[in-house]
């Protein structure tokens, strides 16, 4: 699915981050990490938010830096702690995304509905909490027709219920043929979400955990 | 309108106007504000211009100085955090994000280009042609090369890429709480500062 080549992640002169190889196949990964060990500036570079050196290739065709309009139809992300300009409302960012990712409106609107966040759609962002700025940013992820779903830090900040409700999506969109790496410091219930495997962050690398 | 561009219109042109309105409101005062007719004084402004390729050149320069803004303005926005979700219109053909960004350019560039028409129809009905082809060409470069800054910006890409060869000569000195202030100016608002001194010269 995603495979890494001589990846390295530099913050003026401090080495964040280095993957000479990865490897990385189908399925939902769990990515775990201490705080600043790179899992973040990991997501964000599969994502295209950060500039790195090397090569990150998907489904062994595309490369983030030369097919980069596709890369970035096939891979969502979001963010631990997303922000948005307050004035914009969830419909103009749900229409932005399925605008811009070729995603169905309804699809987004029913998963809203699934969170309870629909009923302030037409809402200014200023006016949610930072739980229901969260699962918007959730609904955001899962627009359009991707391969890849990047979650960095899903399950805080929202109630038990979403929780529930978000690793149900997330069972049925891996059955539908999304992958997902997923960054969570909170342990897990397998009842909840199956795992096919663990990613490391540790000495500013990314290894499996198998 | 495409929601694309409804987005970028509200983020970015709106609140350009929205944070620059004390700017504008004093530029308006000064260049219309004033005790005698506002037509016959840029009237003659123009002819100034149109007539003086100095005084051309320096209008060029405030023109410049003035997208430097713009510019500068529009990619902090698109690295700001807040704005990391507009990361999405990434995933738009390249072509058509192209034109979404000359539209931004073109409307926080407005004022110039409203003064531009001036400044040709004048030219041109005093058979300046050099002078108005001249105002047409700066103009034009500056409203179709800026948006690929944009674009860069967009798709967070590095503006100079490759790590830093040159040591880094920080000396750790104590900074006196008095000088915040300015250690803020010179290391976040280098630009504005720039722009702001240059301005009040050439005012003066």
């Known amino acids: 699915m995603l495979q890494f080549d001589h990846v390295q992640k530099n913050y003026g002169s401090f080495l964040a981050v280095d993957i000479p190889f990865l490897k990385i196949e189908e399925g939902v990964w769990w990515l775990q990490g201490e705080n600043g060990s790179g899992k973040t500036t990991f997501l964000k570079m599969i994502a295209g938010l950060h500039p790195f050196t090397g090569s990150i290739m998907l489904q062994g065709k595309l490369n983030i830096k030369k097919q980069r309009r596709q890369f970035v139809q096939l891979v969502n992300y979001a963010e631990a702690e997303p922000l948005y300009p307050s004035f914009l409302t969830a419909k103009d960012l749900v229409e932005l995304y399925c605008e811009t990712k070729g995603g169905d409106i309804l699809v987004a609107q029913q998963l809203l509905q699934q969170l309870h966040v629909y009923d302030a759609y037409n809402n200014p962002i200023g006016s949610y909490s930072s739980g229901m700025i969260k699962k918007v940013s959730l609904v955001l992820a899962f627009i359009g027709h991707p391969k890849v779903i990047l979650l960095d830090e899903p399950l805080i900040t929202i109630d038990t219920a979403a929780v529930d409700t978000i690793c149900r999506i997330i069972n049925d969109s891996y059955k539908n043929g999304i992958s997902f790496i997923i960054s969570s410091h909170q342990a897990v219930q397998s009842e909840q979400l199956v795992f096919t495997g663990k990613l490391r962050a540790k000495n500013r690398s990314i290894y499996k955990n198998d | ?204």
Not at chain 2, 18 to 31: E, P, W
Not at chain 2, 63 to 78: A, E, F, M, P, V
Not at chain 2, 123 to 150: D, G, H, Q, S, W
């Open chain 2, 1 to 204: 309108m495409p929601k694309a561009l409804t987005i970028l219109q509200k983020v970015l042109v709106n609140y350009f106007y929205k944070v620059n309105a004390g700017l504008f409101a004093f530029a308006f005062f000064v260049l219309f504000g004033l005790p005698y007719s506002p037509l016959a004084f840029h009237y003659s402004l123009i002819t100034g211009i149109v007539q003086s390729p100095a005084f051309l050149a320096i209008v060029m320069l405030i023109w410049l100085l003035y997208n430097l803004k713009c510019g500068d303005y529009i990619i902090k926005q698109l690295q700001h955090p807040e704005q990391s979700f507009l990361f999405c219109v990434n995933a738009l053909p390249g072509r058509k994000l192209y034109w979404y960004n000359v539209y931004v350019q073109v409307f926080v560039y407005l004022p110039v280009l409203f003064y531009s028409v001036a400044v040709v129809v004048i030219a041109l009905k005093k058979y300046e042609y050099v002078c108005a082809a001249l105002v047409i060409l700066f103009n034009a470069i500056i409203v179709f090369a800026t948006p690929a800054l944009y674009m860069l910006a967009l798709q967070q890409k590095k503006f100079s890429t490759g790590r830093s060869v040159f040591p880094s000569f920080r000396l750790a000195i104590r900074k006196p709480y008095f000088l915040f202030p300015l250690y803020f100016l010179l290391g976040e608002r280098k630009q504005m500062v720039l722009v702001t001194k240059v301005f009040s010269l050439l005012f003066l």
